[in-house]
């Protein structure tokens, strides 16, 4: 069904303008968006979360009103600095596993997300993310929910599990290889947006 809708989308837009074919709205990414890494050891587990995060990055909401369906896109750029796991060593290990003097940022790019279902309070998105670590890139399924609230505010919010050897890096080892970092990490999201005029 959403590869007939996609069809249409791109049949009709030969034969409609821009005005006529979908409305837009930009939302801008406010600096209390929570963006965070989880992951664990052979011990414990651990989170990274993105402090200092300033805002700014802008998200593009494309509604359809013939189909009925609404697609996001756009990208948050993070610096890996502003990374904290509330531990001095974690966090040093982190930002050297993610190479950051050679790599100082991290992207997120929503690529194509689609309404796929809505309730009252609601609307739950489909689409795919592409991550960006250390200079790799690579695109995955993503399901977000998207929450509508009074004064122009919304939030994004999602998750989406990765491994450290997609991007080609070495979990952390320490202390002669008693703590190891499991391969598998989250990417966690909570993206305070602004209606941005």
């Not at 979908?22 to 890494?37: G, N, T, Y």
């Not at 359809?64 to 796991?85: A, Q, R």
């Not at 003097?101 to 309070?121: A, G, Y």
């Not at 990765?162 to 991007?167: G, R």
Request: negative net charge; hydrophobic residues 40%.
């Amino acid at each position: 069904m959403k590869i007939v809708l996609l069809a249409l989308l791109t049949y009709f837009s030969f034969f409609y303008t821009k005005s006529e074919l979908s409305d837009e709205k930009i939302w801008r990414i406010a600096s209390d968006s929570v963006i965070e890494i989880a992951g664990s050891t052979n011990i414990s587990s651990f989170r990274c979360e993105s402090n200092l995060y300033q805002g700014g990055d802008l998200l593009k909401e494309t509604y359809f009103p013939d189909l009925h369906i609404s697609k996001w896109s756009g990208e948050i750029i993070l610096k890996t600095v502003n990374f904290d796991c509330f531990n001095a060593i974690m966090t040093k290990d982190f930002r050297e596993t993610l190479q950051i003097e050679d790599h100082p940022t991290i992207s997120v790019r929503f690529i194509n997300l689609i309404k796929e279902s809505e309730t009252i309070n609601q609307e739950n998105l489909r689409g795919e993310v592409e991550i960006t670590l250390a200079g790799v890139s690579k695109i995955y399924p993503i399901s977000c929910v998207f929450l509508a609230k009074n004064g122009g505010k919304a939030l994004l919010a999602g998750e989406r599990t990765l491994t450290f050897t997609d991007f080609k890096l070495d979990p952390p080892v320490k202390f002669l290889g008693t703590i190891k970092v499991r391969d598998s990490i989250e990417v966690n999201f909570a993206l305070v947006l602004e209606e941005h005029s």
